[in-house]
């Protein structure tokens, strides 16, 4: 794969297989989490090539199910366990205004109103109230995402956001 490419969103990955069938569990990273069967096709990852495959998939109780396009038994689903599972930028629905997708955020640079830098930020967390962003720099810090409040510029060109927060949190 190539690592760099931009476009590619990683949604996911393969749990393991479900059945005798071919069918796959899946890890979802989309919210809520069957959306990820909406995103056909995939793009699966095996070592260092990624396979385009059409996918249908449902939900299952607490998993998501999916059956991909050429995987007909249980041997080739269970080869499929760890695999990451990618879509194109494109595939994901348009936003409003002020409205980001995770994969966005992540990586941009956080200071403060004052310009002090607070780190990168390397993941996001889904608490119930607000989404909060992971930064890590010389400590990690977790800070709420919420626009106008804390959030008071998101800059995707110049890959960094400002927030009202100080640096002794």
């Known amino acids: 794969m190539d690592q760099h490419d931009d476009e590619l969103i990683c949604v996911g990955h393969v749990l ?16 809520p989490r069957e959306n990820i ?25 607490k998993n998501v199910l999916a059956k991909l396009e050429g995987i007909d038994d249980r041997t080739e689903a269970e080869a499929l366990t760890g695999c990451q599972l990618f879509i194109r930028r494109q595939q994901l629905p348009g936003l409003e205004a002020g409205e980001y997708y995770w994969s966005d955020l992540i990586g941009l640079t956080v200071e403060t109103l004052q310009a002090e830098p607070l780190g990168v930020v390397s993941g996001m967390l889904e608490t119930g109230a607000d989404d909060v962003m992971v930064l890590q720099g010389e400590r990690e810090r977790l800070i709420p995402f919420v626009m ?6 998101v800059d995707l060109g110049k890959r960094r956001l400002v927030v009202d927060w100080s640096p002794d949190y």
Do not use: C, H, M
């Open 148 to 153: 106008d409040e804390i959030v008071r510029e």
């Open 37 to 61: 069967v909406n995103y056909s096709p995939w793009l699966i990852e095996q070592g260092d090539q990624l396979e385009k495959v059409a996918v249908k998939g449902r939900l299952q109780g």
């Open 16 to 31: 393991g297989a479900q059945g005798l069938k071919g069918w796959i569990r899946i890890f979802s990273n989309t919210s």
